[in-house]
Each structure stands twice: as C-alpha cells, then as structure tokens.
C-alpha cells in the first residue's frame, strides 16, 4: 500500500514538471517561426538529401556489423552533444551538433539521417525546433553541417594534414556552418526593411555566429578527443570497411 | 607509452570531460537566453506584425526539458558505451 501510494506520489511530481510552462530555449529555428511556404521550401531541399542518406545506410553500413556499430557510436556522438546546453562569450547559451565526427568516417550522407533523427527526437519530445521547421534546421545542421564538415576533413587531407587536425577543422566548421545557415534562412524570411536579405542576416549571424565561435572550438577538440580514443581503443582496422572519407585519409 | 594505457589516459579524459560538460549544462543554470531567444526576438522586431503559426504539439515544463536533455545525453551516452563494448567484442572475435 506504502509502495503505491510512493508510486502515485512520484507520477504527480513527474508531471507536474511537464506541465509548468516554460519560455521556449531551443537552438534551431522554433515551431511556427519560419512562414509556411519556407517550411516547405526547406523540406523539399532537404528531403532529397534524407532519402540518398537512407539508401546509402542501406548499401554501406547496413551490410557490414563493423560499420553499423561505429554508426551507431557516430549517432551517439550527435545525440550527447546537441543536447548540451553551453554559455557562452555573448551572454547567451546555444548547442554543438556533434554532426562533424560521423562525417570522417561515413561520409556525409549517412550523417544526414542520424542528425535528423536527433532533430526529430529534440522537436517531438523537448520542443527545440519543430515539425514545421524540420526541414530548414535540417538542412542546416545535418545538410550543410555533414556536407560542409566531410568537404573541409577532404580538404585537410589534402594538404596533408594529420587526421586529428582535420577532424577538428571539420567538427568545428561543420558546427559554425550550422549557425550561419540558420542565420541566412532567417534572413530570408525575415528581410529587414532598410537593407533587406543582407542586412538582415548580419544580424542573425551576429546571434548566432559569434555564440557558437567558442562552442565550435569546443566540439573540434572533443571530436578529437573521441576520434584518438576510438582509434587507440578498437584499432584502425575497424575503419577499414566504413566510409570513403577514412580511405582517402590513408 | 602503451596502446592500452594511451586508451585508457584518453577514455578517463574523454569521461572527466562529458561528466563536466553535463555538470555544466544541465546542473548549473546561468540564466542565460537561448540564441535562438534572441533570434525571436530580432524577428519580432523586423517583422512586429508576425505571429507563429504552429505550435509544439508537447512543450515539456523547465525541470521536465532538464530530465529530458538529461535523459537524451544518457541515452547517447548508453548507446556509445554499448557500441565501444561491440567494437572491443568484435576485435577480439577477429
């Protein structure tokens, strides 16, 4: 009897946590705050990229055990870091998005599905962006985030650099993409009245860009941490059969 | 020094870093703004007349959006561990 009164006691304090209302702190674009024909622009762009992801999680990495675990630690990686809430210099807090480690070792397409099943959980479960918005955040953090992280990692390579540098300059750049692609989706729904698209998107970037500069830093450094400690914990040969990414690296 | 005592050096690290990172974002409160707090509110002043046309379908209260982000960065962390034990098994089978 003792035990189930506990039990009702502890289900009413659980919900009545769910039912203060709270001021929305959300890192991406809110519900109902993009115009609905953006919405559907930013879904139609996006939506593509979604469904080459899936067939390449579906000829890749489903195929081989090796790579649909280090998927799933890559997915891991996404969900722990987008749901770190950060201050920092302005004032203001906002989140890394993880998204730039998964592209090292897949590629950016797969990275496409993990960062949009962490969206959705974030915008069905904690009210941070939305279902309208879906698309444009999206596209921001797992499109242009995955894209703009896997080109930079290639392009560090290039130059011959260590892995461990282009990991962080793609986690890094691949975060502060993120921010400005939200910033310039804003401005182009939002245009001010004096200077339009771009007078618009200065101010968003100076939102967003300037908050996330030392949260970006901040992820390319874990992102290295966790990429040296995988390495020396599973050895390389487990990135002998995932992404092309890894391949060019050796 | 070691493979193994590297991995170790780096995994004790990398646990010290997130536990200090999840002390810091959902323990403390700084009572800061979110950016995109900010970001609204630059919307609302380019565009006054705006008003969000959708809401969200469930909006957990304050403590409850701390017990969920706490319970999304366990969840990772769930999955990550489970995925290191996998790859460590399967390197062992090899």
């Not at chain 1, 989140?95 to 990275?111: C, E, K, N, S």
């Not at chain 1, 990429?227 to 050895?235: E, Q, V």
């Not at chain 2, 536990?19 to 979110?34: H, K, M, P, Q, Y």
């Not at chain 2, 609204?40 to 017990?67: C, H, T």
Request: net charge positive; proline share 5%; aromatic share 14%.
């Amino acid at each position: 009897m003792a035990r189930r009164k506990l039990f009702f006691l502890f289900t009413l304090w659980v919900f009545q946590f769910l039912l203060v209302p709270r001021p929305a702190l959300a890192m991406h674009i809110m519900e109902g705050f993009l115009p609905a024909r953006w919405c559907l622009f930013w879904y139609a762009v996006y939506l593509p990229f979604l469904l080459v992801g899936l067939l390449a999680i579906k000829k890749r990495v489903l195929p081989d055990p090796s790579s649909k675990i280090l998927l799933g630690f890559a997915g891991a990686f996404v969900f722990v870091l987008s749901a770190l809430k950060l201050p920092s210099v302005t004032g203001s807090s906002s989140h890394p998005t993880g998204v730039g480690l998964g592209t090292v070792f897949f590629g950016p397409f797969p990275m496409v599905v993990v960062g949009s099943i962490a969206l959705l959980f974030q915008a069905l479960l904690l009210a941070h962006g939305g279902i309208t918005t879906l698309g444009a955040n999206a596209f921001s953090m797992a499109v242009v985030g995955a894209f703009g992280a896997y080109g930079v990692y290639r392009w560090a390579q290039r130059w011959h650099a260590s892995p461990q540098v282009g990991v962080f300059l793609a986690a890094a750049i691949g975060d502060l993409l993120t921010y400005l692609v939200t910033s310039f989706q804003l401005a182009l729904a939002f245009p001010a009245s004096q200077g339009g698209v771009l007078a618009s998107a200065g101010r968003f970037f100076g939102i967003f860009a300037i908050t996330q500069v030392p949260l970006a830093i901040g992820e390319g450094i874990l992102a290295v941490l966790v990429f040296s400690f995988l390495r020396n914990y599973a050895g390389e040969s487990i990135f002998s059969s995932v992404g092309e990414a890894w391949s060019h690296e050796r | 020094m070691s493979a193994k005592e590297k991995s170790t050096v780096l995994g004790l690290t990398l646990i010290g870093v997130l536990a200090g990172l999840f002390v810091v974002s959902i323990l403390l409160d700084f009572g800061l703004e979110g950016t995109d707090d900010r970001a609204s509110g630059a919307i609302g002043e380019l565009r006054p007349d705006y008003q969000p046309w959708f809401q969200n379908v469930f909006e957990p209260g304050e403590q409850a959006e701390k017990v969920l982000f706490a319970f999304q960065i366990l969840l990772g962390v769930g999955i990550g561990w489970y995925s290191l034990w996998a790859l460590r098994r399967k390197n062992r089978a090899r």
